[in-house]
Structures are given as C-alpha cells and as structure tokens.
C-alpha cells in the first residue's frame, strides 16, 4: 500500500471516531466525512445531494498534506515569504487554503475542524507552532548531550538553538515574553529532557 494513501486512511478514520464520538451527529459532518472517505480511499462518495464543496475541500486538504509530506526539508506550504514569485503554484494555493480556514474556522463543519485538528501539516496558528518546535529542538538537544544549547559551540545548529533560547530568556526575564510562553519556558528549565503532557487521540485546536 503507498504510505501516502495509508496515513491520508488513517487521518481519515480517525477523524471520523473522534468526530462521532464527541458532538452531535450533523448533516454537514456526515456530507463532509462521506467526502473525506472518498478522497482518501479513493472512492465514488457515498451521498445522496450537493458534494461539490465538500469533494473540494477534502482534495485541497489532501493535497495541502501531500505536500507536506514530500517536501524537503518538510514544512507545509509557505503562507508569508518574502519572494512570493519563489513559491509554486501548488504551494501559493496550499497556503491561501490554510489561511482560509483559520479565517473562516467558524464555518466549517465539526468533522472539518477535527480532521484539520489531526493533520500533521495543518497548525491553527502556525507562529506559536514555530515557537513550541523550537522549545522542542532545544528539549531534544539536551536529551542528546545533557546540556542546554551552549552559545560558545562550534556546532551552527547548537549556536542558532542558544541564540534563540537565550533571546526567549531575556525577553521573559523583560517581562515581554507572553505568558504561555513563558509558563513553557519555565517547565523546559525545570526538566529540560522531559516532553509535556500527550495531546489526546483527537488532536487539539479552534
């Protein structure tokens, strides 16, 4: 089986559980799930009336997560660049979609905002996911040689990881850090190898 069409499965049927098992059955979720089940088994849908917006966003999603999972090194389309002339189409549409959701979160069905809540590309708010994969580089440095990114090393990746450690202290230290941050960098400090609490099954989000 391609690993593509098996993880967009397994999203799916996930989703799908998780979407049943926490709200109220509704017609969108249940158009939009018959959606998503077609796209990622590659199947006629199952609904009887009107799928076309449904048919789209699940092939925009699809397509929004195989980019993420072929691209090198892997990152989900580029929303702010730059050279936006740099970026492919593929990924121009991919990040216009992203945006798209979190603007209009409010209009998309409960099985939408679960499947997006499991995506491994999509993050509702992609600057705070930035930040938290930067703690988690410093968190996975440490696990490797047992002491925090040392500003002094030869080692580039190690200097860019102090730089930016030592400039979420002294932001903290002046008060401006925001506190979530902050209350994150201080549980890293506490235990610098330890990972936070797992996130549920069914994914966190809008």
């Given at each position: 089986?391609?690993?593509a069409?098996h993880?967009?499965k397994?999203?799916?049927?996930?989703?799908a559980?998780?979407w049943?098992?926490?709200?109220?059955?509704?017609?969108?979720?249940?158009?939009?799930?018959?959606a998503g089940?077609?796209?990622?088994?590659?199947a006629?849908?199952a609904?009887?009336?009107?799928?076309?917006l449904?048919?789209?966003?699940?092939r925009?999603?699809?397509?929004?997560?195989?980019?993420w999972r072929?691209?090198?090194?892997r990152?989900a389309?580029?929303?702010n660049?730059?050279?936006?002339?740099?970026?492919?189409?593929?990924?121009?549409n991919?990040g216009?979609?992203?945006?798209?959701q979190?603007?209009?979160?409010?209009?998309?069905?409960?099985?939408?905002?679960i499947?997006?809540?499991l995506s491994?590309?999509?993050?509702?708010?992609?600057?705070?996911?930035?930040?938290?994969?930067?703690?988690?580089?410093?968190?996975?440095?440490?696990?490797?040689?047992?002491r925090l990114?040392?500003?002094n090393g030869?080692?580039?990746?190690?200097?860019?990881?102090?730089?930016w450690?030592?400039?979420q202290?002294?932001?903290?230290?002046?008060?401006?850090?925001?506190?979530a941050?902050a209350a994150?960098?201080?549980?890293?400090?506490?235990a610098?190898?330890?990972?936070g609490?797992?996130?549920?099954?069914?994914?966190?989000?809008?």
């Open positions: 089986m391609d690993d069409r993880d967009a397994e999203l799916h049927e996930r989703a559980t998780c049943r098992a926490s709200t109220p059955t509704d017609t969108e979720s249940e158009r939009d799930d018959a089940w077609a796209v990622a088994f590659d006629p849908i609904w009887d009336g009107s799928t076309s449904a048919m789209n966003w699940a925009s999603l699809d397509a929004y997560e195989t980019f072929t691209s090198l090194p990152h389309p580029r929303e660049t730059r050279i936006r002339s740099s970026l492919s189409q593929a990924e121009r991919g216009e979609w992203a945006r798209y979190r603007r209009f979160h409010n209009r998309l069905s409960e099985f939408q905002k499947r997006l809540n491994p590309a999509f993050q509702w708010n992609p600057v705070e996911a930035a930040w938290m994969a930067h703690l988690d580089e410093c968190r996975l440095h440490y696990a490797a040689v047992q990114p040392f500003l030869s080692d580039p990746v190690e200097l860019h990881l102090a730089r450690l030592n400039y202290l002294r932001q903290k230290r002046s008060g401006q850090l925001a506190p941050r994150a960098l201080d549980r890293f400090l506490r610098p190898g330890e990972k609490a797992p996130a549920n099954g069914c994914g966190s989000g809008e």
